[in-house]
Each structure stands twice: as structure tokens, then as C-alpha cells.
């Protein structure tokens, strides 16, 4: 049996849910989400916990039975209190702004990168930390988002520069050597 399948889904107090026809349909104070999941699993709600079980033990339902239960928990952590990733800017005249609801990235181009957040996604920009805060409800939609923005300029591995997640390494290469004397 899947370790993280059959694990139960605990509902907070203030998070709603429905389970029709394998269509799962959540809300709570962040909003509401819905998705569609395969019919061979059995997805249903009991003592304020939603239990996922699996018809057989092939293959293809164990790896469905682990990835149905996580993207049901995210789906209630998401709409109970949200999820957030930090970027950083790092470089010598690198800096983001916020321009209304858009995202406005100084990155070394001849022009400013201006992002657009999706629906259900936030941006905050703290200009003394240099740092980038996605917020929103969706986990999956947050993870792209944020791909997308380091994407703009990833951290090179000769200065450091570039948009990176917070906390992550970036694994240095020693610069070109002096000519070798003879």
C-alpha cells in the first residue's frame, strides 16, 4: 500500500468539501478550487478526513493512489491558508519592482521584464531584501509561476547572479586561470 495514499486528508473547520463522480470541489477562506480525478479511484469523506483508495495493485492505480492524495492535500492546505515561494535577485544593478499588480525584473536586459500574475496569483516585492513573493492558493500554478519568473535569468555559476529560490545553493565554478609562466 502506497505510504503517502493511504494516509487520510484531515479537513480543517473551515474548509468545505464535496466529492462527486470523482470531481473533488474544495473551499475555505483563500477561495475555492475544483478538479477532476480518475474514476477508478474511490475518493470520500469521513469524520472530517477524506480517505483515497485504490481498486487493484497494478501499477498504474499505486502510482495514482500516492498522486491523487497529495494533490487533494494541497488543494485544502491551498484554500485554508495558501502557499508562498521566495525568490531572490542577486546582482550588482539587478532589482524587481512592482508597477500596480505587475511584476517589473531589471535583469540585465536592454529593457525592464514586466510579468503579469495570473488569476489566483500575488506578487510582493521587498526592495531592501531584494526578494519576490508569490502567494496564492494553487501549488501546481504557484511552482510554474515561479519557474517562469527564474527562468527570465537563472543564477550563472561564475558570479552568482541571477533569480534564485530562497535558501538555494548555487554551486560555484572557479573563473578562468592566469596564464601558466614558463
Known amino acids: 500500500m502506497s505510504r503517502i495514499g493511504r494516509l487520510p486528508v484531515t479537513v480543517p473547520s473551515n474548509v468545505k468539501v464535496e466529492v462527486k463522480n470523482s470531481l473533488v470541489k474544495v473551499s475555505g477562506p483563500q477561495g475555492?478550487?475544483?478538479?477532476?480525478?480518475?474514476?477508478?479511484?474511490?475518493?470520500?469523506v469521513e469524520n472530517n478526513q477524506i480517505l483515497v483508495k485504490r481498486p487493484t495493485d497494478t501499477p498504474e492505480h499505486r502510482a495514482l493512489h500516492g498522486t491523487t492524495r497529495a494533490v487533494i492535500n494541497n488543494m485544502v492546505t491551498g484554500v485554508s491558508t495558501g502557499f508562498e515561494i521566495v525568490l531572490e535577485v542577486e546582482g550588482v544593478g539587478y532589482r524587481a519592482?512592482?508597477?500596480?499588480?505587475?511584476?517589473?525584473?531589471?535583469?540585465?536586459?536592454?529593457?525592464?521584464?514586466?510579468v503579469e500574475p495570473p488569476a489566483g496569483v500575488k506578487f510582493e516585492v521587498d526592495t531592501?531584501?531584494?526578494?519576490?513573493?508569490?502567494?496564492?492558493?494553487?501549488?501546481?500554478?504557484?511552482?510554474?509561476?515561479?519557474?517562469?519568473?527564474?527562468?527570465?535569468?537563472?543564477p550563472e555559476p561564475y558570479?552568482?547572479?541571477?533569480?534564485?529560490?530562497?535558501?538555494e545553493k548555487i554551486r560555484r565554478k572557479a573563473g578562468k586561470s592566469g596564464k601558466a609562466k614558463k
Open 159 to 167: 558570479h552568482g547572479k541571477g533569480i534564485r529560490y530562497a535558501g
Open 32 to 44: 475555492e478550487m475544483s478538479r477532476q480525478f480518475s474514476p477508478s479511484m474511490d475518493i470520500s
Open 128 to 154: 531592501k531584501t531584494r526578494q519576490i513573493k508569490l502567494q496564492g492558493r494553487d501549488k501546481e500554478l504557484l511552482g510554474q509561476v515561479a519557474v517562469n519568473i527564474r527562468s527570465y535569468r537563472p
Open 97 to 114: 519592482e512592482m508597477e500596480g499588480n505587475n511584476l517589473v525584473l531589471y535583469v540585465g536586459y536592454s529593457h525592464p521584464v514586466k
